[in-house]
């Protein structure tokens, strides 16, 4: 049946996964109308990842969230290890701190956060919803229409049958790896593709005797297969399985029953007898199975029309590195500000072609930095030293599109050590602590959801040249002057953005340095006004 009344929106977000719920949110914040719905009940239970980068926590924190996100981190946060053996009740083989080669150090403000995926999703949820996104869960996509005036989408609501259609002009495809949009419209992929397979599921049982007071986030296990998983969650007594299966040699998850799935948790746990109950990884869902695919693949376009692809539905890389949820943020927040500029008529639409020339190149390295990663042959062969860390991946690639301002001479390199900041246009804002008040402040704090000039102490005249611009072209741009508003004590600003004493940095509102200049030009103003014309396609 079809409902009586249509329903329009600036933008229609498909997938209600960290994807989706952080665009949603993003937009929202922005002022922007956003519907977001998802075909599932509500969000998972079960936890695709289990910690988010620092990259990450620097966005959420631009947007005041990331208090609330540490008071829900895990309750094993403070013991982030992995553990190897043959089964739980076996001698550990290894335990490996995970966040050790990956925490960010004096690059930013925050670490990660150890917060399982599914906790996160709630949070933002929960925050896009009170910025004013509507969000439906239980409700799925049917059809679209990708025209070029706008998109109409025909949605039904699950619980009741009740079909509507939503007119809305742009639509962000965050449905996953499945990538039923993408595909619809005819985009494939390019990569290794499907590289394993594995069943997960979720029990409840009391492990207490083979747990012997140890504390873990991962476990890997050689039984029932070599590559088990064991994740415990956050619910006491509460864990989840990971088997491998062979997909190409004709296995499925259909020979997981539920009763061959209670067999594998007591292999796995080294209990033969052990007293378990199975959990549907969805509530309300009658399957207690996922099928979880490791790959790698990146979209060929990231764009049709008014359609755009993020997260999973872009781009699949291996769980090495964590990379798969932050990259996912990531993208939103790139989108996002550009739609919304866009929307609010302070931008040309050519900005949103940017999102494609700026994120599509960031999910290559990062697909290939997962692959090496996983493949220990690889450093067994001595190429270990050309590979990109994971600090590097995260906070260290490169942008290059019209809405940057590349200067000559720029490394035709996919990233920079963030260890060394150069300032350069087309990197992250590099963070360094002022103080503002008596107070220590990061850049990357003064630099949240608008455009930011930061000068030099010297560079008096920007402030009466940014105040002229923003009035002009109706854009929000805040100054901060080093040694007016804030201080440098360690004076670290000028080397960090690679300007001098009266030179400024203009920074995107995703928080990536969009132009700069190392002296106050004769006409500032001038100068300014063209390369924010520039940035925003009004050229």
């Not at 207690?288 to 359609?307: E, F, N, P, T, W």
């Not at 781009?315 to 739609?339: M, R």
């Not at 008529?345 to 072609?353: K, Y």
């Amino acid at each position: 049946m079809t409902g009586p009344h249509d329903h329009e929106t600036s933008v229609l977000v498909v997938g209600g996964g960290i994807t989706g719920l952080s665009a949603a949110f993003f937009l929202a914040r922005q002022g922007v109308g956003v519907t977001l719905v998802e075909r599932h009940p509500s969000t998972a239970i079960m936890p695709q990842a289990r910690a988010f980068n620092a990259r990450s926590l620097e966005i959420f924190r631009t947007f005041g969230l990331e208090e609330e996100i540490r008071e829900h981190q895990s309750i094993l946060a403070d013991m982030p290890e992995m553990i190897g053996a043959d089964t739980l009740a076996g001698d550990e083989r290894f335990r490996i701190d995970m966040l050790a080669q990956v925490r960010p150090g004096g690059i930013s403000p925050v670490d990660w956060a150890m917060i399982d995926q599914d906790e996160l999703e709630r949070v933002v949820r929960a925050h896009a919803e009170e910025a004013g996104a509507d969000v439906r869960f239980a409700t799925e996509l049917v059809s679209f229409d990708n025209a070029a005036e706008g998109v109409t989408a025909t949605v039904r609501d699950l619980g009741t049958g009740t079909e509507s259609r939503i007119r809305a002009d742009y639509l962000i495809a965050a449905d996953g790896n499945r990538a039923g949009i993408r595909h619809q419209l005819g985009v494939e992929a390019d990569g290794p593709g499907v590289l394993g397979h594995a069943a997960h599921f979720l029990f409840d049982a009391d492990l207490g005797d083979v747990l012997r007071d140890r504390r873990f986030l991962l476990a890997y296990f050689d039984q029932p297969k070599t590559g088990t998983v064991l994740v415990p969650l956050g619910r006491l007594g509460r864990w989840m399985l990971g088997v491998p299966f062979q997909a190409d040699q004709g296995e499925s998850l259909d020979d997981f029953t539920e009763q061959r799935c209670a067999e594998l948790a007591r292999t796995a746990v080294g209990i033969p007898d052990l007293d378990l109950t199975l959990v549907p990884p969805v509530p309300g869902w009658s399957r207690m199975l996922m099928d979880v695919r490791i790959g790698a693949m990146v979209a060929q376009h990231y764009r049709v029309g008014r359609v755009f692809f993020a997260g999973d539905c872009a781009h699949v890389v291996p769980p090495t590195g964590s990379f798969g949820a932050n990259t996912g943020i990531a993208d939103a927040h790139n989108l996002a500000w550009k739609l919304a500029a866009v929307l609010h008529g302070q931008a040309g639409p050519d900005l949103l072609d940017t999102y494609e020339a700026e994120r599509h190149p960031v999910a290559r390295t990062t697909m290939d930095t997962a692959l090496q990663i996983l493949d220990a042959r690889h450093y067994a062969e001595g190429d270990e030293a050309t590979r990109i860390d994971e600090v590097t991946m995260a906070h260290g690639y490169r942008y290059r599109s019209a809405a940057v301002r590349t200067e000559p001479g720029t490394p035709d390199t996919p990233v920079e050590d963030p260890r060394t900041p150069s300032g350069r246009p087309g990197l992250r804002a590099p963070h360094v602590w002022l103080e503002r008040g008596g107070a220590r402040v990061s850049t990357v704090d003064l630099c949240g959801g608008t455009f930011t000039l930061l000068a030099g102490p010297e560079g008096a005249p920007w402030t009466a040249a940014a105040e002229a611009v923003a009035e002009e072209l109706g854009i929000e741009l805040d100054v901060h002057r080093v040694e007016d508003d804030v201080q440098d004590p360690d004076k670290r600003f000028p080397e960090a953005y690679g300007i001098g004493p009266s030179g400024a940095s203009l920074v995107r509102p995703d928080g990536f340095v969009a132009w700069r200049a190392d002296e106050v030009p004769a006409r500032p103003e001038q100068d300014l006004r063209q390369v924010l014309r520039e940035i925003l396609a009004l050229a």
